[in-house]
Nanobody, 115 residues
Framework: VQLVESGGGLVQAGGSLRLSCAASGIIFSNVNMGWYRQAPGKQREFVAVITSGRSTSYADSVKGRFFISRDNVVSTAYLQMNNLKPEDTAVYYC??????????WGQGTQVTVSS
């Protein structure tokens, strides 16, 4: 299984970014896809998840601002991030969990929000 993330960058507060996570080596439609983030000096934390059945869940800190989606045709998950805040600054990691609850991680993409 390989996960390749893209879409990070530097944005001003209030701006938007869309992260992408392209998966390969697995039947994408059968797995849950999630996003986590890790800020400097902090533990990695949950951001959002979308199940194989397209149910979604979000951390309270991003509800109403971030939206997770998936396109099974191109085996890609997305995280649309709106109204970004400086506290959203972190390395964002894509997560894939299969039916055996095995986790796979992407390499991470940096998101920096300036005030």
């Amino acid at each position: 299984v390989q996960l390749v993330e893209s879409g990070g960058g530097l944005v001003q507060a209030g701006g938007s970014l869309r992260l992408s996570c392209a998966a390969s080596g697995i039947i994408f439609s059968n797995v849950n896809m999630g996003w986590y983030r890790q800020a400097p000096g902090k533990q990695r934390e949950f951001v959002a998840v979308i199940t194989s059945g397209r149910s979604t869940s979000y951390a309270d800190s991003v509800k109403g601002r971030f939206f997770i989606s998936r396109d099974n045709v191109v085996s890609t998950a997305y995280l649309q991030m709106n109204n970004l805040k400086p506290e959203d600054t972190a390395v964002y990691y894509c997560n894939l969990r299969n039916h055996l609850s095995h986790d796979y991680w992407g390499q991470g993409t940096q998101v920096t929000v300036s005030s």
